[in-house]
Structure formats: structure tokens, C-alpha cells
């Protein structure tokens, strides 16, 4: 089984802090994404990756930034936490899916609150 | 850009019976797959079902199956014989055959409701 795993699955933080999240996949996948999820709104796309070093931005990059230095790691970065940043935040891999319908598989979540 | 609908923010249905959970879509593709994902309480996203907007056959997997309405753009999830384990937040989903990265579409999702 594909295992996604999130450092940390609560984390509490101050406004102005750098916050770091991590996202460790054992699959080889190429892809990996971010996600924030709020009541109402879904799973918005922050940030995705489809190689080492490579990442696109999402729908809603404004905020953050991701590093990929290694296949396997996809870090998520909070350059100066602010409470409208309090959110769940999923992480995500899957194959490259070319033509095919490889699904993405999802982490546990990290619930981050921004006081 | 392309947009994913849930029109059913809260739905309950009753052990043992079947529920549909609505999803539409819209896309300028012709070509696309649609995703059913369940988040239960422990916050685990599982995919449920899956469907390639080509094949005309509904998508089934045990209980669960959809309705692929092409023209319609809907993507309806039926769940028959209803359990307690069913409760989650349902979260249907797109993605284009061409888009970058694979990435996904969801829509703002359905908490589902068993009741015993």
C-alpha cells in the first residue's frame, strides 16, 4: 500500500512564525501536491510538484511557498504564519498518470492552528 | 477554468438503505476522469470510485456506483445497503486528460449521515 505521511497531524503556531510542513511518500511517485481544506470550500490546490526541484502553483500559492529537493519529500512552507492560514492542510502523491487514471493518495492531514 | 459542484452540503440516510450524492461539473474537455474520494472522521482521504469520461459503462464497486451523465456534466454516486462505517465527508472530483501535473478538482464536499 502507498503510504503518504504528514510530520505532524496537530500543530499550533504564532502569527509572523516561518512553519514548515512535511510530506514523506514511499511510492517513487513523481507528483506530489498540497491541499487546504476549509468547511464549505473543499480541497483547494496550494502548490504541486511533478519532479525533483520542479513545482507549479496552485490555485491558491499567496502565502506560501514548497520545496522538493528529494523525489520522496514535498515540504510546505508558511513564510510568515498569518490566522487566515489556520486550516487542515493534505498532503498528496500519485503517478505520473499520463493517459490513465492513476488516483492521488492522500496523507492524514495536519490540522495548523495561527494564534 | 474548470469548476466541480456539490449541491448537497449535509445528506442522512437510514442503515441499510440507498443514498445518491449529487456532483456536476464543467469543463470545455472532452476527455477527463472523474473521481469519488471519502474522508471519514479519521481525516483519511480514500478513493471510492473512479470513472473515464470515454467509457460509457457507470463505474460500480461493490455498493457503490455512479451515474455518469456526459452531457449532463453530472457524476452522481449511489450508495446501496447503507452502513454505519459509510459516514464520511464525500468529495467528488476532476481531473483533465491534459492537465498539468495531474492535479485534481474537488468539489466542497457531503457529510453523509448513517443512521442506526
Known amino acids: 500500500d502507498v503510504k503518504v505521511t504528514q510530520s505532524s497531524r496537530y500543530l499550533v503556531k504564532r502569527t509572523g512564525e516561518k512553519v514548515f510542513l512535511e510530506c514523506v511518500q514511499d511510492?517513487?511517485?513523481?507528483?506530489m501536491f498540497w491541499y487546504r481544506q476549509d468547511p464549505g470550500l473543499g480541497l483547494r490546490l496550494i502548490y504541486f510538484?511533478?519532479?525533483?526541484?520542479?513545482?507549479e502553483k496552485g490555485d491558491i500559492p499567496e502565502g506560501y511557498s514548497v520545496s522538493r529537493e528529494k523525489k520522496e519529500r514535498f515540504s510546505l512552507i508558511l513564510e510568515s504564519a498569518s490566522t487566515n492560514q489556520t486550516s487542515m492542510y493534505l498532503c498528496?502523491?500519485?503517478?505520473?498518470?499520463?493517459?490513465?487514471?492513476?488516483?492521488?493518495?492522500f496523507g492524514d492531514g495536519t490540522r495548523l492552528s495561527i494564534l | 477554468a474548470q469548476t466541480v459542484t456539490q449541491s448537497q452540503p449535509e445528506m442522512s440516510v437510514q442503515e441499510a438503505e440507498t443514498v445518491t450524492l449529487s456532483c456536476t461539473y464543467d469543463?470545455?474537455?472532452?476527455?477527463?476522469?472523474l473521481f469519488w474520494y471519502k474522508q471519514p472522521p479519521s481525516r483519511q482521504m480514500i478513493l471510492v470510485i473512479r470513472?473515464?469520461?470515454?467509457?460509457?459503462q457507470n463505474a460500480t464497486e461493490n455498493r457503490f456506483s455512479v451515474n455518469f451523465q456526459k452531457a449532463a456534466k453530472s457524476f452522481s454516486l449511489k450508495i446501496s445497503d447503507s452502513q454505519l462505517g459509510d459516514a464520511a465527508m464525500y468529495f467528488c472530483?476532476?481531473?483533465?486528460?491534459?492537465?498539468?501535473?495531474?492535479?485534481?478538482?474537488f468539489g466542497e464536499g457531503t457529510q453523509l449521515t448513517v443512521n442506526p
Open positions: 469543463t470545455s474537455e472532452s476527455d477527463y476522469y
Open positions: 510538484s511533478y519532479d525533483v526541484k520542479m513545482k
Open positions: 498528496a502523491s500519485s503517478r505520473w498518470t499520463g493517459k490513465s487514471n492513476q488516483p492521488q493518495h
Open positions: 511510492m517513487d511517485h513523481e507528483n
Open positions: 470513472q473515464e469520461a470515454y467509457k460509457q
Open positions: 472530483a476532476y481531473r483533465g486528460l491534459g492537465t498539468s501535473g495531474s492535479r485534481l478538482t
